[in-house]
């Protein structure tokens, strides 16, 4: 059994206090969508280990790709060297994203895939002899990860990562769009980055956003047509766009990227999360033929690289996930059947005394508890309800997020309907159970 004692006393889990660490529960395995916890009790992944599993746990067919690699080859370099898993992964990828997008950097997360593509943005133009475009235009509430040329994307001040602000890259930060997926689309909404885009153009390198939903920021849902005319905005201040699909990218939304809602066609985009089904890490950025040419043409080599890039165990285990999604329509069953009806059952907490707004799209959903449902008050001690909400959650068999005082889901494509129904049950009677 795990050593509880040693966990607590000496391991540092992401996003916790070493004084004050929060509660941990020891998994002895994980089937579909269920971890069993070593005391025996069962819960429903709700989160799908922030946002990757999408085929769930202990795939046989997953499992087998990645122990018939180590076999042959568990890793090797990619400097100067290649193989198959590699080559056929990004065949996939290519045929898979939009059009312009022809080249792929192989990176190892969601964060170092983000770094990776702001530093070719800012390559891009410093090739061509513009020193000057050298910032980043992001929204406010974003967030693009946790290493450092990553945190300087994030929202400043709402950000998690405010502590930090004296020592990041300074960029420029608009105000979110307010439309919600599937509302009429508000012109003025675009006020923000209009103006900023007009006013610093000369110095902005690239816009970077989140297609269709702001993931960790709050789960806040974009209406499609407003992103697209963002889209148009920098084509026509000749500003590239970064579309950062770690989170929503391989079917979560119930298109296989996010941008696919409205037609979009970025200059980079940054994956990671579901393409292994967080069976290994892995990650990428799919890049345009405008930003490599230009970059061939000015000199041509990105200066970027490390041990685990194209790693080989990662890559067979992408291939074969990218090839089950594909045979087994996950994208459809998400867009068709599952989606649907998670957005359905969650509608239904809308009622409830504590339940400011339903937000969601795809498999993605958000419960936003406040104080006065009325006036939309939120509590005094941000993040205490939540917290609550979640550990009632847990305790009654489901594994769930608190943003705040927000409650997120992402829960594997493979869930069932029934499934979602014990999902949506479990998080219902806990809302209940607060008030």
Not at 236 to 245: P, S
Not at 351 to 368: D, P, Q
Not at 408 to 417: K, Q, R
Request: aromatic share 8%; charged share 20%.
């Amino acid at each position: 059994t795990t050593d509880l004692a040693f966990d607590r006393d000496h391991l540092w889990h992401p996003y916790t206090s070493t004084s004050k660490p929060l509660p941990t529960f020891p998994v002895a395995s994980a089937k579909g969508v269920r971890l069993t916890l070593e005391d025996g009790r069962e819960l429903v992944d709700g989160m799908s280990s922030w946002w990757a599993a999408v085929h769930g746990y202990n795939h046989p067919v997953l499992n087998q790709a990645a122990k018939d690699q180590i076999d042959r080859m568990a890793h090797v370099m990619f400097g100067g060297l290649t193989h198959e898993p590699a080559v056929e992964l990004g065949k996939k990828l290519v045929a898979l994203t939009p059009d312009p997008l022809e080249k792929v950097f192989l990176a190892d997360s969601g964060s170092v895939s983000v770094e990776v593509a702001i530093k070719m943005a800012l390559q891009y133009w410093l090739s061509q002899g513009h020193t000057g475009k050298d910032k980043l235009l992001a929204l406010r509430n974003g967030y693009h990860g946790d290493t450092f040329g990553a945190m300087a994307a994030c929202d400043p001040v709402n950000g998690m990562h405010s502590l930090f602000s004296g020592v990041l890259a300074k960029h420029y930060f608009a105000e979110a769009p307010q439309c919600a997926y599937d509302s009429d689309f508000d012109t003025d909404d675009l006020n923000s980055i209009q103006q900023m885009l007009a006013d610093h153009h000369q110095e902005i390198a690239a816009v970077i956003l989140e297609p269709v939903v702001q993931g960790a920021g709050g789960m806040r849902f974009h209406d499609a047509d407003t992103l697209a005319a963002i889209a148009e905005s920098c084509r026509r201040h000749d500003v590239l766009l970064f579309d950062d699909e770690v989170i929503c990218g391989f079917g979560r939304t119930g298109q296989w990227f996010a941008s696919q809602h409205y037609d979009l066609q970025p200059d980079l985009m940054p994956i990671a999360k579901g393409m292994t089904s967080g069976y290994l890490p892995m990650g990428g950025v799919i890049v345009s033929d405008r930003v490599v040419e230009t970059m061939v043409e000015h000199g041509g080599e990105f200066y970027h690289g490390y041990t685990y890039s194209g790693h080989p165990a990662s890559a067979a285990v992408g291939l074969e996930n990218l090839r089950i999604m594909r045979d087994e329509k996950i994208v459809e069953y998400v867009r068709e059947e599952a989606a649907p009806y998670l957005q359905e059952k969650i509608a239904g907490l809308a009622e409830h005394r504590l339940v400011g707004e339903v937000r969601g799209v795809g498999l993605l959903g958000a419960i936003e508890l406040v104080k006065d449902k009325a006036t939309r008050e939120r509590f005094p001690d941000k993040g205490t309800v939540g917290t609550l909400c979640r550990d009632l959650c847990v305790a009654n068999g489901l594994v769930m997020r608190a943003v705040g005082d927000t409650m997120i889901m992402s829960p594997p494509l493979i869930i069932t309907e029934s499934q979602i129904g014990e999902l949506v049950g479990i998080l219902g009677a806990a809302i209940r159970a607060i008030g």
